[in-house]
T-cell receptor, first 111, second 117 residues
Framework: EDQVTQSPEALRLQEGESSSLNCSYT??????LFWYRQDPGKGPEFLFTLYSAGEEKEKERLKATLTKKESFLHITAPKPEDSATYLCAVLTNNYGQNFVFGPGTRLSVLP | DTGVSQDPRHKITKRGQNVTFRCDPISEHNRLYWYRQTLGQGPEFLTY????????KSRLLSDRFSAERPKGSFSTLEIQRTEQGDSAMYLC???????????????FGSGTQLSVL
């Protein structure tokens, strides 16, 4: 069975304090790994798609990387507006178009 | 682009009642998904439509749940004989196909928060 885990469950950073969030996956036939951001009371918002080990994508203060077993979301010099829950999801050969989401990491950036 | 809209935003019901939620996807999107999310968890897949055809349904989905997408436009999700365990956020998402079937960006609505008393 495909599994996605994320760590840490929650993370508190000071403004400007860089860190990384982890997404580990155990799947059969990874077709794509996706990062989403979710604000309270809203649906997830797409950030990145990664397809193959070694791939990297960047957007403002965020950079996503992918290995054969995990993905990292690096946050450089975060600001309070980066506070949100960050979700990763995988698309695999087992589940057609069923995206399997991890539980998320709740990020709080303090001013 | 008005985004994905869901109605109602909140629904409180008594155990045993039936409820129906509506989702209006982005107009040019032919794919529509329903997900369920509980506090502290990621979204859990329920079902998926391509146009009006329901192509996938979670094996974990009770037969009290049914979804439709008449004419491939809006979709409804009905829960019959609600139970307290059905309390969750119900999210709808849509997407448009790309040449790469793995390159699928989901656009989510803000969800319907269901509370079963």
């Amino acid at each position: 069975e495909d599994q996605v885990t994320q760590s840490p469950e929650a993370l508190r950073l000071q403004e400007g304090e860089s860190s990384s969030l982890n997404c580990s996956y155990t799947v059969s036939g990874l077709r794509g790994l996706f990062w989403y951001r979710q604000d309270p009371g809203k649906g997830p918002e797409f950030l990145f798609t990664l397809y193959s080990a070694g791939e990297e994508k960047e957007k403002e203060r965020l950079k996503a990387t992918l290995t054969k077993k995990e993905s990292f979301l690096h946050i450089t010099a975060p600001k309070p507006e980066d506070s949100a829950t960050y979700l990763c999801a995988v698309l695999t050969n087992n589940y057609g178009q069923n995206f399997v989401f991890g539980p998320g990491t709740r990020l709080s950036v303090l001013p | 682009d008005t985004g994905v809209s869901q109605d109602p935003r909140h629904k409180i019901t008594k155990r045993g009642q039936n409820v129906t939620f509506r989702c209006d996807p982005i107009s040019e999107h032919n794919r529509l998904y329903w997900y369920r999310q509980t506090l502290g968890q990621g979204p859990e897949f329920l079902t998926y439509f391509q146009n009006e055809a329901q192509l996938e349904k979670s094996r974990l989905l009770s037969d009290r749940f049914s979804a439709e997408r008449p004419k491939g436009s809006f979709s409804t999700l009905e829960i019959q004989r609600t139970e307290q365990g059905d309390s969750a956020m119900y999210l709808c998402a849509s997407s448009s196909p790309s040449r790469n079937p793995n390159n699928e960006k989901l656009f989510f609505g803000s969800g319907t928060q269901l509370s079963v008393l």
